[in-house]
C-alpha cells in the first residue's frame, strides 16, 4: 500500500467494540471485496470491503474475518483467513500478507490460509448458536451486483441452516460513525493532501484549460503525497456544468468570465475527504458572482456552528433551510410571496439549492451513521450548501469536513484550505 502502515491498535479497538455488542454464543463473519473483471483478462483496481479494513486493517483480496468472542478454545476467538503466499505469488502478483505481516497489521495472532476455512468454519459452527451476516443497509446503497459477502452469506446459511442469524450492519453503523482519534488524524492527512491540490490548481488555471487538465493537476498532486487518488468521481464544472448537481465528464473547455465548481477530495488510507470550492476562470469574481459566493459562504459557516451533539440531522436541515432562504430572499432570488406560498415538502429555497446540507464521512465517502438517531462528539459530517441559477450561467457550491465536539462548535479539517473569496483572489493573482 503507499500508505504508511496504521496502528494496530486502532483494529484492535475496533474488535473490542463489536464484539461487546454481539449476542452470547454468536459469532461474525466479514469477506474480503471481490476483484471485479472487465473484459478479456483485465481487472479494476482492488478496493478493500471498508467492514474487514475497519475491524482489522487488512487491505487485500480473498480474506475472511471471523469473530467468535464465546468460544471455547481461546485462539479461535479471533482469525483471519489468507490467501496463501509463496515465491511463485510475490514474483507475478507482488507479495501478500504473510501470517506475521497480518499479526502486525492487525493485532490477530490466529491466521490460517484460506484453503482451510470450511473445516474451521465447521468446527466453529458446532460451537456457535447465531451468525452474524454482513449485509449492505445504508441508506443509499444500490447493490445490483452480487458481492463475494453475497455469495459467502447464501454458502453459510445453505449449509447451516439451523443456526439464528443477526446483522453486523446495525452495530457498524452505530460504530463506524464515531471516530477515533487515529481515524481523525488519517482524514486529516486526507484533508491536507486535498488542499495541496487545491492550492496547485490556483495558480494553473487560466482561460481555455480543460476540465481535464485540472482533474490531472489535481491527481498529480494527490499521488505525490501517497494518495490512491480521488475518494470519489471528481466534479470539475466550468460554467453552466456546475447547476448538474453529479457532472463527471470533466471533457469542456473553461471560458473566461465563468466559475468552475469542483467537487474533488483525496483518499488516504481508505478515509476519504470530501471537498468543494467554486473559484472564477479569470481570478476575479464578478460582482454578481461575489455576492451569491458570499451568501453560500454564510450559510455554510451558519450551518456548521448548528452541528452539535444531540442534534436531530432531519431538524437540522429544517434549519439550513431557514438560513438559505433569507439568503435567497436578499439575493433577489426569491420574494416574500415564493416563501409564503411553499409547498411545505418542497420548499421555495429547494429551487436553488435542492440537495442535503451534510452527511457522514469517512472510511466511506456517504459514511456509516443512522441519520435518525443525535449527532455525537467525533461524528464526522461535510458542510456542503450550494447555490444554482442557470439563467445566469453558474452554480456555487462549497464544502468542508467537519469533526463534532462535546462542547463548541465543530473542528474543522478544510480550515486550512482557501475559501474566503478575496483570498481565492489574491492566490490567483499573485
Same mark, same amino acid.
Given at each position: 500500500?503507499?500508505?504508511?502502515?496504521?496502528?494496530?491498535?486502532?483494529?484492535?479497538?475496533?474488535?473490542?467494540?463489536?464484539?461487546?455488542?454481539?449476542?452470547?454464543?454468536?459469532?461474525?463473519?466479514?469477506?474480503?471485496?471481490?476483484?471485479?473483471?472487465?473484459?478479456? /483478462?483485465?481487472?479494476?483496481?482492488?478496493?478493500?470491503?471498508?467492514?474487514?479494513?475497519?475491524?482489522?486493517?487488512?487491505?487485500?483480496?480473498?480474506?475472511? *474475518?471471523?469473530?467468535?468472542?464465546?468460544?471455547?478454545?481461546?485462539?479461535?476467538?479471533?482469525?483471519?483467513?489468507?490467501?496463501?503466499?509463496?515465491?511463485?505469488?510475490?514474483?507475478?502478483?507482488?507479495?501478500?500478507?504473510?501470517?506475521?505481516?497480518?499479526?502486525?497489521?492487525?493485532? &490477530?495472532?490466529?491466521?490460517?490460509?484460506?484453503? @482451510?476455512?470450511?473445516?474451521?468454519?465447521?468446527?466453529?459452527?458446532?460451537?456457535? /448458536?447465531?451468525?452474524?451476516?454482513?449485509?449492505?443497509?445504508?441508506?443509499?446503497?444500490?447493490?445490483?451486483?452480487?458481492?463475494?459477502?453475497?455469495?459467502?452469506?447464501?454458502?453459510?446459511?445453505?449449509?447451516?441452516?439451523?443456526?439464528?442469524?443477526?446483522?453486523?450492519?446495525?452495530?457498524?453503523?452505530?460504530?463506524?460513525?464515531?471516530?477515533?482519534?487515529?481515524?481523525?488524524?488519517?482524514?486529516?492527512?486526507?484533508?491536507?493532501?486535498?488542499?495541496?491540490?487545491?492550492?496547485?490548481?490556483?495558480?494553473?488555471?487560466?482561460?481555455?484549460?480543460?476540465?481535464?487538465?485540472?482533474?490531472?493537476?489535481?491527481?498529480?498532486?494527490?499521488?505525490?503525497?501517497?494518495?490512491?487518488?480521488?475518494?470519489?468521481?471528481?466534479?470539475?464544472?466550468?460554467?453552466?456544468?456546475?447547476?448538474?448537481?453529479?457532472?463527471?465528464?470533466?471533457?469542456?473547455?473553461?471560458?473566461?468570465? /465563468?466559475?468552475?465548481?469542483?467537487?474533488?477530495?483525496?483518499?488516504?488510507?481508505?478515509?476519504?475527504?470530501?471537498?468543494?470550492?467554486?473559484?472564477?476562470? *479569470?481570478?476575479?469574481?464578478?460582482?454578481?458572482?461575489?455576492?451569491?459566493?458570499?451568501?453560500?459562504?454564510?450559510?455554510?459557516?451558519?450551518?456548521?456552528?448548528?452541528?452539535?451533539?444531540?442534534?436531530?440531522?432531519?431538524?437540522?436541515?429544517?434549519?439550513?433551510?431557514?438560513?438559505?432562504?433569507?439568503?435567497?430572499?436578499?439575493?433577489?432570488?426569491?420574494?416574500?410571496?415564493?416563501?409564503?406560498?411553499?409547498?411545505?415538502?418542497?420548499?421555495?429555497?429547494?429551487?436553488?439549492?435542492?440537495?442535503?446540507?451534510?452527511?457522514?464521512?469517512?472510511?466511506?465517502?456517504?459514511?456509516?451513521?443512522?441519520?435518525?438517531?443525535?449527532?455525537?462528539?467525533?461524528?464526522?459530517?461535510?458542510?456542503?450548501?450550494?447555490?444554482?441559477?442557470?439563467?445566469?450561467?453558474?452554480?456555487?457550491?462549497?464544502?468542508? /469536513?467537519?469533526?463534532?465536539?462535546?462542547?463548541?462548535?465543530?473542528?474543522?479539517?478544510?480550515?486550512? &484550505?482557501?475559501?474566503?473569496?478575496?483570498?481565492?483572489? @489574491?492566490?490567483?493573482?499573485?
Amino acid at each position: 500500500m503507499k500508505y504508511h502502515q496504521i496502528d494496530s491498535s486502532l483494529f484492535i479497538k475496533n474488535r473490542k467494540n463489536f464484539m461487546s455488542k454481539m449476542k452470547p454464543s454468536s459469532l461474525a463473519v466479514f469477506n474480503s471485496n471481490d476483484i471485479y473483471p472487465i473484459s478479456a /483478462d483485465s481487472t479494476l483496481p482492488f478496493a478493500q470491503h471498508r467492514d474487514i479494513f475497519y475491524l482489522s486493517g487488512v487491505d487485500q483480496e480473498e480474506s475472511i *474475518l471471523v469473530l467468535f468472542p464465546d468460544c471455547p478454545k481461546e485462539n479461535h476467538r479471533e482469525i483471519l483467513f489468507l490467501t496463501e503466499t509463496n515465491e511463485h505469488i510475490a514474483v507475478w502478483e507482488g507479495e501478500k500478507l504473510t501470517k506475521e505481516a497480518a499479526l502486525a497489521t492487525s493485532g &490477530i495472532k490466529t491466521v490460517y490460509w484460506l484453503k @482451510d476455512m470450511e473445516k474451521i468454519m465447521f468446527e466453529l459452527m458446532t460451537q456457535c /448458536d447465531t451468525v452474524y451476516i454482513n449485509t449492505n443497509e445504508h441508506y443509499r446503497a444500490s447493490v445490483v451486483t452480487e458481492t463475494r459477502e453475497d455469495r459467502f452469506t447464501k454458502w453459510l446459511t445453505n449449509k447451516y441452516p439451523a443456526h439464528s442469524v443477526a446483522k453486523s450492519n446495525p452495530i457498524l453503523q452505530r460504530l463506524r460513525s464515531v471516530k477515533d482519534q487515529i481515524e481523525i488524524d488519517l482524514m486529516q492527512h486526507a484533508c491536507d493532501i486535498t488542499e495541496k491540490g487545491f492550492r496547485r490548481i490556483l495558480n494553473f488555471v487560466r482561460p481555455d484549460v480543460w476540465e481535464f487538465n485540472i482533474e490531472a493537476e489535481f491527481m498529480h498532486e494527490f499521488l505525490n503525497n501517497r494518495s490512491k487518488g480521488f475518494a470519489y468521481t471528481p466534479i470539475i464544472a466550468s460554467g453552466n456544468n456546475a447547476n448538474v448537481l453529479h457532472y463527471i465528464e470533466n471533457n469542456q473547455q473553461c471560458k473566461a468570465g /465563468d466559475l468552475i465548481l469542483f467537487d474533488v477530495a483525496a483518499e488516504y488510507a481508505n478515509y476519504a475527504s470530501d471537498m468543494s470550492r467554486t473559484i472564477p476562470v *479569470l481570478g476575479r469574481f464578478t460582482d454578481r458572482q461575489k455576492a451569491v459566493y458570499n451568501a453560500v459562504n454564510r450559510v455554510k459557516n451558519e450551518a456548521t456552528k448548528l452541528l452539535t451533539p444531540g442534534t436531530l440531522w432531519a431538524e437540522y436541515h429544517v434549519e439550513v433551510g431557514k438560513l438559505m432562504t433569507s439568503e435567497l430572499l436578499g439575493l433577489g432570488l426569491l420574494d416574500k410571496a415564493d416563501v409564503q406560498n411553499e409547498d411545505k415538502d418542497w420548499p421555495a429555497y429547494k429551487k436553488y439549492f435542492m440537495h442535503g446540507t451534510s452527511h457522514h464521512i469517512g472510511l466511506d465517502t456517504h459514511d456509516y451513521g443512522i441519520l435518525t438517531e443525535p449527532m455525537q462528539a467525533n461524528n464526522v459530517f461535510t458542510v456542503e450548501p450550494g447555490i444554482y441559477i442557470p439563467a445566469e450561467g453558474f452554480g456555487i457550491r462549497l464544502e468542508d /469536513d467537519v469533526v463534532i465536539q462535546e462542547n463548541g462548535e465543530p473542528f474543522n479539517l478544510m480550515r486550512n &484550505i482557501p475559501i474566503e473569496a478575496e483570498e481565492i483572489e @489574491d492566490l490567483m493573482n499573485s
